[in-house]
């Protein structure tokens, strides 16, 4: 018998979706997942990229975004140690978004700025 899969709802307590919502849209979720947008990088490459983001930080947040099936991490058996963060389907679908998200926000500085 086919079900239909059940739609999450991000304003119930207990929907999964909210803290997935939370990590996407967190401070740094948003960053890593722009960074992250066009091309694969090393854990290196993205803390330089995020200005201002400490090793811990990025660490807890890759961790977050592969736990919720945005971020794939790959591991290379190399010395030393390689390990490479790219999106995921679902992530690439979702950072689409958060960089329309972003763009706006670029153009529309000045504007935002000066009604503030």
């Given amino acids: 018998m086919y079900h ?4 999450g709802n991000v304003l119930a307590a207990n929907c999964p979706s909210r803290e997935i919502l939370n990590h996407l849209t967190s401070k740094w979720g948003v960053l890593v ?3 992250l947008y066009k091309k694969t990088k090393r854990f290196s490459e993205i803390r330089n990229e995020i200005e201002g983001i400490n090793e811990r ?3 807890k947040t890759l961790q977050e975004l592969e736990a919720d099936g945005m971020v794939l991490r790959k591991s290379y058996d190399t010395v030393p140690p390689h390990v490479e963060y790219s999106l995921t389907a679902h992530g690439k679908q979702a950072a689409k978004h ?3 998200l972003v763009n706006w926000l670029e153009n529309h500085l000045e504007e935002i700025l000066n009604d503030a």
């Fill in 98 to 100: 958060l960089r329309s």
């Fill in 33 to 35: 997942m722009t960074c």
């Fill in 4 to 7: 239909e899969p059940e739609k």
């Fill in 57 to 59: 930080m990025l660490s």
